[in-house]
């Protein structure tokens, strides 16, 4: 685990594209009015539950982005969280402009819930794996 954490902190442009890349991901299907038949799965799952997994992705590529950078493990943890909801938020707004979208704040909630959730679990998983010496 820990070489993953080294390998992403050594090239800080990766997390930064990966997190990008997630972004322009999430902006996309934003920016659908409905989806066609067989783009997602036919699986149900709660709409809110759906939003927490897509944001603890989020949450966990913010913080290793802002890790990457040298910032300090809480100040890294902050700034992920922070950021994750603001995208969160400026994605429900974006919503309002697209036919048959609406900006939800229960979204936000379940955005936010599960940006606090990727982050904060990578956040102890670092904080245990440095606390042994491997």
């Not at 685990?1 to 902190?9: A, G, L, P, R, T």
């Not at 038949?37 to 036919?42: E, H, I, R, S």
């Not at 429900?92 to 819930?113: G, K, T, W, Y």
């Amino acid at each position: 685990m820990k070489k993953i954490f080294n390998f992403f902190e050594k090239r800080p442009w990766l997390p930064w594209s990966l997190t990008t890349l997630y972004m322009a991901i999430i902006f996309y299907f934003s920016s659908l009015s409905y989806f066609p038949p067989g783009t997602l799965p036919a699986v149900k799952i709660s709409d809110l539950i759906k939003h927490a997994v897509l944001y603890f992705g989020l949450g966990i590529l913010f913080l290793l982005s802002y890790k990457s950078l040298k910032s300090t493990k809480k100040k890294a943890l902050i700034l992920a969280i922070l950021s994750s909801i603001l995208y969160g938020i400026s994605d429900e707004i974006h919503q309002l402009f697209i036919p048959n979208r609406v900006c939800s704040f229960a979204d936000i909630i379940a955005n936010s819930v599960g940006a606090f959730i990727g982050a904060g679990l990578i956040y102890l998983i670092r904080k245990k794996f440095k606390s042994r010496k491997l």
